[in-house]
């Protein structure tokens, strides 16, 4: 059993890891034995959500506009649990990847993953507080669920595992001790303004204009260019489809190990451009891994229901004809979870 928490941490480790491996094996399928629960949280000004390992039986629940099967405010499983900071994509919502994080809660992991809310910000002059609140946005949440009386008790210690999409990958760099320095994203983008066109275009955007006038700035703090921060992220972190640039991965990196999940066909955060070079620098820090799958950028992004995008034209649900999202989908979460593990 793993569920003694009086246990040597390095026997902790190896129970639970044979456990994943377990699940791996198995499918990864949803159980009433070993059902994610889920609940919001909201400390400093930063709104997360959380899922984890439970064993109450899972219903029917609205996430957004998405259909879910999940333990809303069950009890989390006894025992200590390894965490996973999760980070998502510029402009997104974290609950897009509430497929993710229910495989990963289900496989014993907490998983805390907040709502960024300066993403507005990126690519104008405030783009260095605007990543800078990103990483206080993971540390404030992980606090919180730190010191929370549900969850407490039943977090292990270290080390604290990172996943990220798209600028979510850049979010968990930072977090692990990497720095970022807008001149390096602008002599990239000197060099590469036409072949990197996705990435060095500074216009946020109407949506993004639009999306500031109807709200309050987050409180952002003065942030230097360049800057650095202490790391939260210790264990195993996964990048998919990671923005790059801008990064400056010089610095002994926190992370144990890194994955690194490029996507062939990605016209946004282009491999050769962000999650190859990225590769090449962080393998210099740390172990390092690189997988290739094909897709597209936003294929990461749980499927929207049908009956939303039968009323709404959105961009990020779309797929090329005969691409399948929920194949594309099992395959990078197999991948994120044996990186995780340790495979």
């Known amino acids: 059993m793993c569920l003694n928490s009086d246990l040597p941490s390095r026997r902790i480790f190896r129970c639970w890891r044979a456990a994943l491996l377990t699940a791996l094996g198995l499918g990864l399928g949803l159980s009433a034995a070993h059902a994610a629960g889920f609940r919001k949280i909201t400390t400093q000004g930063v709104r997360a959500g959380v899922w984890y390992p439970g064993d109450a039986s899972i219903t029917p629940q609205r996430l957004g506009p998405f259909e879910t099967k999940m333990a809303r405010n069950a009890p989390i499983r006894e025992g200590q649990h390894p965490v996973v900071l999760f980070s998502h994509g510029n402009g997104g919502r974290y609950r897009n990847h509430y497929l993710t994080a229910q495989v990963l809660a289900d496989t014993g992991f907490v998983v805390i993953a907040p709502q960024h809310e300066a993403d507005y910000l990126v690519g104008g002059r405030r783009t260095a507080q605007a990543l800078d609140h990103r990483y206080v946005e993971l540390a404030r949440a992980l606090k919180a669920v730190r010191e929370d009386p549900a969850f407490r008790d039943h977090l292990a210690p270290e080390p604290v595992h990172g996943v990220g999409y798209s600028l979510g990958g850049m979010t968990i760099m930072l977090a692990s001790g990497a720095g970022f320095a807008s001149e390096r994203a602008e002599r990239h983008c000197r060099e590469n303004q036409r072949a990197d066109i996705a990435f060095c275009d500074d216009d946020p955007g109407f949506f993004h204009r639009l999306i500031q006038s109807f709200r309050h700035d987050p409180d ?68 390092a891994r690189s997988h290739t799958v094909p897709g597209h950028h936003h294929a990461f992004i749980a499927p929207f229901p049908k009956w939303l995008t039968d009323q709404e034209d959105i961009p990020v649900a779309k797929d090329p004809e005969g691409f399948d999202r929920p194949v594309f989908l099992r395959t990078v979460n197999r991948i994120i979870l044996n990186a995780l593990a340790g495979d």
């Not at 360049?226 to 923005?243: E, Y």
């Not at 999940?261 to 962000?274: L, M, N, Q, S, T």
């Not at 070079?277 to 820090?285: E, N, V």
Request: glycine share 4%; proline share 16%; aromatic share 6%.
């Open 220 to 287: 952002l703090r003065p942030t230097p260019d360049p800057f650095r921060h202490p790391p939260l992220v210790t264990g195993r972190a996964v990048v998919v489809a990671p923005v790059f640039q801008g990064v400056d991965p010089e610095k002994p990196l926190s992370m144990a190990h890194l994955t690194v999940i490029a996507i062939d066909g990605d016209r946004i955060a282009k491999p050769e451009f962000h999650a190859h070079p990225l590769f090449d620098a962080a393998k210099q820090q740390v172990p």
